[in-house]
């Protein structure tokens, strides 16, 4: 399901897309387990990740207690990540650094990308299930609804709003006649000829 929606999810400005309502519930589980793979990491597990680039590092020409510090101060700015995106930015700081990061903004910048591109897809899933949610209630909604009447077609299918799709769906679904949205389509069709601005 993710995979289906990667481009919204990691834009870093959100429009909302035409989102089927048949895919509520899936996009409302995918947005739940995003939102479960952000709980951040206890500061036990962040010092036991720490240690481990540690040893895999060489240490800088400084006291013991300026280590110290330093290694505190790692942990304490590393409160709101999830393990696994430490465990990744470590494995990638080894492959790339040679001596362990003196200030936390050393070792940000290798977790802070991971972290932001999982705090937006979690953000946009939940925006995505959202938008099916309310397809899905909307979609209800009419299925209780009459039919509605050609002319009332007739302005939906000119609202800016709608999609351009939108004709087929009210096809495939049984809320507009063959015949109708053949109507409609044609009138379109014959409007956009005669725009002026074409």
């Not at 304490?76 to 990061?101: M, Q, S, V, W």
């Not at 932001?116 to 397809?135: F, H, M, S, V």
């Amino acid at each position: 399901m993710v995979a289906l929606w990667i481009a919204d999810l990691d834009a870093t400005t959100f429009y909302a897309p035409s989102v089927p309502p048949e895919q509520a519930q899936a996009l409302a589980t995918a947005a739940a387990e995003h939102e479960q793979a952000l709980t951040p990491a206890n500061p036990k597990q962040i010092t036991a990740m720490l240690m481990e680039m540690r040893l895999s590092t060489q240490r800088r020409n400084e006291s013991e207690a300026e280590a110290t510090h330093s290694f505190k101060t790692l942990v304490d700015n590393l409160t709101d990540t999830p393990p696994d995106i430490i465990r990744e930015a470590c494995r990638l700081y080894i492959r790339r650094e040679r001596f362990f990061p003196r200030s936390p903004a050393e070792f940000l910048a290798y977790s802070l990308p991971l972290l932001n591109q999982r705090r937006r897809r979690a953000l946009n899933l939940k925006r995505l299930a959202d938008l099916a949610e309310e397809a899905r209630a909307r979609e209800i909604a009419m299925a209780d609804a009459p039919t509605p009447t050609l002319d009332e077609l007739r302005a939906l299918a000119r609202n800016p709003m709608m999609p351009r799709s939108i004709l087929q769906t009210w096809l495939d679904r049984g809320w507009a006649s063959p015949e109708d949205v053949e109507t409609i389509r044609a009138e379109l069709a014959q409007e956009a000829k005669t725009d002026p601005a074409d």
